[in-house]
């Protein structure tokens, strides 16, 4: 799933600078790390987010 789609996109993009887009994978053999390495490669600036719930260290999500 790609959210917005191309055609959403390009309509948002017509007067907004910055539109976020979001892609779900089914990766069970992959770390989150792993995975943003490989997408993130030669990119400069990317980033992983992590969430936390309850002030625990770490929940079951990355973004």
């Known amino acids: 799933m790609t959210a917005p789609t191309p055609e959403q ?7 907004r600078r910055v539109i976020p887009v979001v ?21 400069p600036g990317t980033f992983l987010l992590e969430s936390a719930e309850n002030g625990h260290t770490w929940s ?3 973004f």
């Open 9 to 15: 996109f390009r309509r948002l993009a017509a007067d």
């Open 60 to 62: 079951r999500y990355s």
């Open 23 to 43: 892609r779900r994978f089914l990766v069970d053999d992959q770390t989150p790390i792993g995975l943003f390495r490989k997408l993130a490669q030669d990119h």
